[in-house]
Protein backbone atom coordinates (compact mmCIF):
# COMPACT_ATOMS: atom_id res chain seq x y z
CA UNK A 1 0.00 0.00 0.00
CA UNK A 2 1.55 3.76 -1.22
CA UNK A 3 1.76 6.40 1.70
CA UNK A 4 -0.61 8.96 1.19
CA UNK A 5 -0.06 12.28 2.68
CA UNK A 6 -3.35 13.87 3.10
CA UNK A 7 -4.13 17.94 3.72
CA UNK A 8 -7.00 19.10 4.57
CA UNK A 9 -6.84 23.54 3.96
CA UNK A 10 -9.99 23.85 3.74
CA UNK A 11 -11.75 25.64 7.01
CA UNK A 12 -15.14 24.20 6.87
CA UNK A 13 -14.42 20.66 5.19
CA UNK A 14 -14.66 17.48 7.60
CA UNK A 15 -12.25 14.92 6.10
CA UNK A 16 -11.27 10.88 7.21
CA UNK A 17 -7.59 10.64 6.49
CA UNK A 18 -8.12 7.09 6.53
CA UNK A 19 -11.40 7.19 4.16
CA UNK A 20 -9.42 9.39 1.65
CA UNK A 21 -5.97 6.68 1.92
CA UNK A 22 -8.68 3.48 1.60
CA UNK A 23 -10.30 4.98 -1.59
CA UNK A 24 -6.60 5.25 -2.88
CA UNK A 25 -5.95 2.30 -2.30
CA UNK A 26 -8.60 0.33 -3.43
CA UNK A 27 -8.23 2.96 -6.76
CA UNK A 28 -4.61 1.31 -6.87
CA UNK A 29 -5.69 -2.12 -6.51
CA UNK A 30 -8.56 -1.91 -8.78
CA UNK A 31 -6.83 -0.36 -11.83
CA UNK A 32 -7.77 -3.54 -14.11
CA UNK A 33 -11.64 -2.81 -13.47
CA UNK A 34 -11.17 0.79 -14.16
CA UNK A 35 -9.47 -0.11 -17.84
CA UNK A 36 -6.05 0.64 -16.36
CA UNK A 37 -2.63 -1.37 -16.65
CA UNK A 38 -1.16 -1.28 -13.34
CA UNK A 39 2.07 0.39 -14.38
CA UNK A 40 -0.11 3.76 -15.31
CA UNK A 41 -0.71 4.79 -11.53
CA UNK A 42 3.01 6.10 -11.14
CA UNK A 43 4.36 4.73 -8.04
CA UNK A 44 4.95 7.04 -4.94
CA UNK A 45 3.73 8.96 -1.99
CA UNK A 46 0.63 10.34 -2.87
CA UNK A 47 -0.50 13.78 -1.83
CA UNK A 48 -3.98 14.95 -1.79
CA UNK A 49 -5.01 18.28 -0.76
CA UNK A 50 -8.42 19.85 -0.44
CA UNK A 51 -8.70 23.62 -0.75
CA UNK A 52 -10.99 26.22 -0.92
CA UNK A 53 -11.84 28.11 -4.26
CA UNK A 54 -9.57 30.79 -3.64
CA UNK A 55 -6.58 29.11 -2.53
CA UNK A 56 -6.86 26.16 -5.89
CA UNK A 57 -7.56 29.66 -8.18
CA UNK A 58 -4.49 31.21 -6.92
CA UNK A 59 -2.77 27.96 -7.95
CA UNK A 60 -4.50 27.68 -11.03
CA UNK A 61 -3.00 31.13 -11.63
CA UNK A 62 0.40 30.57 -10.84
CA UNK A 63 0.70 27.18 -12.65
CA UNK A 64 -1.09 27.08 -15.40
CA UNK A 65 -1.31 31.15 -16.43
CA UNK A 66 -5.70 31.01 -15.68
CA UNK A 67 -6.63 32.76 -12.51
CA UNK A 68 -9.92 31.55 -12.76
CA UNK A 69 -11.30 28.63 -10.08
CA UNK A 70 -11.26 24.89 -11.56
CA UNK A 71 -12.13 21.46 -9.06
CA UNK A 72 -9.13 19.94 -9.73
CA UNK A 73 -5.48 20.30 -10.59
CA UNK A 74 -3.11 17.55 -10.53
CA UNK A 75 0.94 18.25 -10.76
CA UNK A 76 3.27 15.35 -11.58
CA UNK A 77 5.13 13.38 -8.75
CA UNK A 78 8.75 12.62 -9.69
CA UNK A 79 9.39 9.13 -9.37
CA UNK A 80 13.67 9.47 -8.76
CA UNK A 81 12.29 11.33 -5.69
CA UNK A 82 9.42 8.79 -4.90
CA UNK A 83 6.69 11.02 -5.21
CA UNK A 84 3.57 9.60 -7.54
CA UNK A 85 2.28 13.58 -7.97
CA UNK A 86 -0.29 15.76 -6.13
CA UNK A 87 -4.06 16.13 -6.27
CA UNK A 88 -5.50 19.47 -5.59
CA UNK A 89 -9.27 19.29 -5.23
CA UNK A 90 -11.63 22.19 -4.53
CA UNK A 91 -14.44 21.61 -1.81
CA UNK A 92 -16.07 24.59 -2.52
CA UNK A 93 -16.22 23.79 -6.25
CA UNK A 94 -18.08 20.78 -5.07
CA UNK A 95 -20.36 21.68 -3.17
CA UNK A 96 -21.62 24.34 -5.08
CA UNK A 97 -21.62 21.73 -7.80
CA UNK A 98 -23.93 18.77 -5.97
CA UNK A 99 -26.30 21.76 -4.52
CA UNK A 100 -27.43 23.29 -8.08
CA UNK A 101 -27.04 19.63 -9.26
CA UNK A 102 -29.26 18.01 -6.60
CA UNK A 103 -26.52 15.22 -6.11
CA UNK A 104 -24.61 14.53 -3.09
CA UNK A 105 -21.25 16.41 -1.93
CA UNK A 106 -19.38 13.66 -0.42
CA UNK A 107 -19.68 11.82 -4.15
CA UNK A 108 -19.02 14.54 -6.37
CA UNK A 109 -15.87 15.32 -4.01
CA UNK A 110 -14.65 11.74 -4.38
CA UNK A 111 -15.00 12.15 -7.71
CA UNK A 112 -12.60 15.01 -8.04
CA UNK A 113 -10.40 13.01 -6.28
CA UNK A 114 -10.56 10.49 -8.68
CA UNK A 115 -10.08 12.60 -11.58
CA UNK A 116 -6.77 13.39 -10.18
CA UNK A 117 -6.04 10.13 -10.03
CA UNK A 118 -6.42 9.61 -13.59
CA UNK A 119 -4.82 11.97 -14.56
CA UNK A 120 -1.49 10.33 -12.85
CA UNK A 121 -2.61 7.55 -14.23
CA UNK A 122 -2.35 8.89 -17.97
CA UNK A 123 -5.47 10.17 -18.65
CA UNK A 124 -6.70 13.46 -20.14
CA UNK A 125 -9.73 15.10 -20.79
CA UNK A 126 -8.88 18.39 -23.20
CA UNK A 127 -10.35 16.15 -26.39
CA UNK A 128 -13.43 15.05 -26.99
CA UNK A 129 -12.92 11.58 -27.39
CA UNK A 130 -10.54 11.36 -24.47
CA UNK A 131 -12.84 13.42 -22.48
CA UNK A 132 -15.18 10.37 -22.86
CA UNK A 133 -12.69 7.71 -21.85
CA UNK A 134 -12.02 9.64 -18.80
CA UNK A 135 -15.52 10.12 -17.70
CA UNK A 136 -16.16 6.16 -18.90
CA UNK A 137 -12.86 5.57 -15.88
CA UNK A 138 -14.23 7.66 -14.01
CA UNK A 139 -17.47 5.93 -13.74
CA UNK A 140 -15.73 2.43 -13.63
CA UNK A 141 -13.40 4.12 -10.57
CA UNK A 142 -16.64 5.25 -8.50
CA UNK A 143 -18.61 1.93 -9.27
CA UNK A 144 -15.07 0.06 -7.57
CA UNK A 145 -15.32 2.43 -5.24
CA UNK A 146 -18.77 1.33 -3.97
CA UNK A 147 -18.61 -1.84 -4.65
CA UNK A 148 -15.36 -1.99 -1.83
CA UNK A 149 -17.40 0.59 0.12
CA UNK A 150 -14.50 3.15 -0.27
CA UNK A 151 -16.17 6.60 -1.14
CA UNK A 152 -15.31 8.63 1.61
CA UNK A 153 -17.54 10.75 3.78
CA UNK A 154 -17.08 14.45 3.55
CA UNK A 155 -19.07 17.24 5.32
CA UNK A 156 -18.93 20.90 4.68
CA UNK A 157 -20.23 23.34 7.17
CA UNK A 158 -21.96 26.38 5.80
CA UNK A 159 -19.68 29.46 5.71
CA UNK A 160 -20.16 31.81 9.10
CA UNK A 161 -21.55 35.00 8.91
CA UNK A 162 -18.89 38.12 9.44
CA UNK A 163 -18.84 38.75 13.00
CA UNK A 164 -20.08 42.10 13.92
CA UNK A 165 -18.28 45.11 15.60
CA UNK A 166 -18.27 44.98 19.48
CA UNK A 167 -20.33 46.97 21.19
CA UNK A 168 -22.74 47.61 18.40
CA UNK A 169 -26.34 45.27 17.97
CA UNK A 170 -26.99 44.38 14.67
CA UNK A 171 -29.72 46.73 12.92
CA UNK A 172 -32.56 45.41 10.12
CA UNK A 173 -33.48 47.29 7.51
CA UNK A 174 -36.32 48.49 9.18
CA UNK A 175 -34.15 49.68 12.12
CA UNK A 176 -31.61 51.69 9.73
CA UNK A 177 -31.07 55.33 10.50
CA UNK A 178 -31.86 57.44 7.54
CA UNK A 179 -29.74 59.82 6.23
Known sequence: MRSVSIANRHPQLKVDRRAVARMIA?????????????????AGELSVVFLTDAALAALHADFLDDPSPTDVITFAGNAALGSAG??????????????????????????????????????????????????????????ALARAGAVPTFSIRAASPAPRRAGRPARGPAQRRRR
Not at 27 to 37: E, R
Request: hydrophobic share 45%; with cysteine; charged share 25%.
Open 26 to 42: VLDANCAAIGLAPSAVP
Open 86 to 143: EICVSADTAARYARRHGGDFGRELALYVVHGWLHLAGHDDLQPAKKRAMRRAEARALR
